[in-house]
């Protein structure tokens, strides 16, 4: 019989020490500060049910709570609910940050521990600080967890594959061969790299450790005359040996990163603090310069070759020709059989899965039907599967992972008869979403400068959206990598010609509805202007936008232009690959307002 989680939570109190060790911190996160992770680190989940892929548990002595931001808040106020776990909202006026909390409920003297793997080397520094503030501390404990999860998952083990040149486009020796010109300019000798997506991308492989993102649970160290791959001898074919071997890559055992480290002869490192869990970041030894700063794998990465954009494309097409076939079987279905959000989500992996290259989804369908869609990371249980009907809205959030590259994509689809709140929403995502996509800027620009024209529509009705608008997507890698983003919160990148983001601003009334509207878009080259370059942003994902909600007379005329050319541009690249049924329920998808 499964523990329950206040056993769960009873049993991690037993391991504090009574003479000082009153709580500790449990993140979503693995030893590479992942966004997902292998079950074999779903510590967070497991002391507290929640199931979202971010948040951090607080347990002390006699009270526990959990931080989420607001993609989670509904979901989570759901699964806490009985758990003797209180859920803080971030971000919303009033609630306390966790060393906050942490402040107000330990005494001086005392002092809250953490697993030094889960936590950056930025964030334990800045946590000490904070604590000391008020005489508290940070104990470097360990993993709790390790004696008291009974039944846990094992340390992912699946081979890692050789990710194909045809696919890649850069060869892993030209990839090494830049990253060791920018230690150069960096004056250092090595580049510590932990982060999944960065190392397979370096090395050109690919794996299956954690779900829907294909990356090899590792480390990576770069050095100007030789790489040191930090892997589970378990993990290495005979053929991934040889080319690695032929990469000229030495192989370690994963469990040595920290050891190896202690005795680095190396005179500088490069490593990124906040991207570095703090144990491995410690165990460098103090003879060896630390350069702190960030990786240029992360730069390097987002900046799509040749390859990889045609690579994109197509895997663009394909993945439009399944949902079109989708929403055509959707459309029908609705009104004469039962259709549920888990048969959604299955329907459309099929239509998905008969495509070529596919190699699975590149998240957790996520599909909400009317008041489902207002919880922003929704996952449909069968507790919780509701039955469409030719009413209201679905919101419908996914995406795949082809050999050839990363989709994920949202639609809001009109099953039936609104209500004029459901238009009027709809439409104003609309309009915020197209007023990004037509977007011109110089050079330099970053994200946070263009958040405002996708979320301007919906401020002035007094209504937001607390997640950000664009995140970068990875080439059959992880759906959600940096460095570049869209949001309101600041952020120094420049968005640069090759670099892949997302489009998706949001409306969500608990209760009622949600809409959202996600099309991936390419950063591409306009013209030459006053001072300098300007930049553009190329739609690439191929698939119709629902009308069925869009009050025209709010939108101008420059926006039904962009509208109908976008349609016009999906009906040409998808209807040659369309039976003549399929071919004339897109046409009608994509007739001209």
Known sequence: MKQSISERIHALRMTFNPNAVRGFIIPSTDPHLSEYVAPHWESREWISGFTGSAGTAVILKDQAGLWTDSRYFLQAEEQLEGSGITLYK????????????????LRPGESISIDGKMFSAYQVEEMQKELAVHNLRVDIFGDPLKTIWEDRPPMPLAPAFI?????????????????????????????LLPTLDEIAWVLNLRGSDVHCNPVVTSYLLICQDQLIYFISPEKVTPEVAAYLKEQQVELRDYDEIETYLQRFEGESILVDPKKTNYAVYSSIQPQCRII????????????????????????????????????????????????????????????????????GESFDTIAGYRAHGAIVHYSATPESNATLHP???LLLDSGAQYMDGTTDITRTIALGELTEEEKTDYTLILKGHIALAMAKFPAGTRGAQLDVLARMPIWSRGMNFLHGTGHGVGHFLNVHEGPQSIRMNENPVALQPGMVTSNEPGVYKAGSHGV???????????????FGEYFKFETITLCPICKKGIIKEMLTREEIEWLNNYHQTVYNKLSPDLSTAEKNWLQEATFPL
């Open 90 to 105: 971030e971000m919303l006026p009033g609630v306390p940050s966790i060393p906050e909390f942490i402040c107000q409920h």
């Open 163 to 191: 990710y194909d040149i045809q696919y890649a486009g850069t060869s892993c020796t030209e990839k090494v061969a830049q990253i060791r010109s920018e230690l150069t300019k960096k004056n250092s000798y090595a580049l």
């Open 292 to 359: 702190r700063g960030e990786s240029p794998v992360a730069l390097l990465k987002a900046i799509r070759n040749k390859q990889e954009i045609a690579g994109i494309h197509a895997a663009m097409q394909r993945d439009g020709l399944a949902l079109v076939k989708f929403l055509k079987w959707l459309e029908e279905a609705v009104p004469s059989e039962t259709v549920t959000e888990l048969s959604v989500d299955q329907q459309l992996h099929e239509f998905r899965a008969a495509q070529p290259l596919y190699k």
């Open 391 to 393: 009413e209201g809205f």
């Open 516 to 530: 959202r509207i996600e099309n991936l878009t390419l950063v591409c080259k306009d013209k030459e202007g006053m």
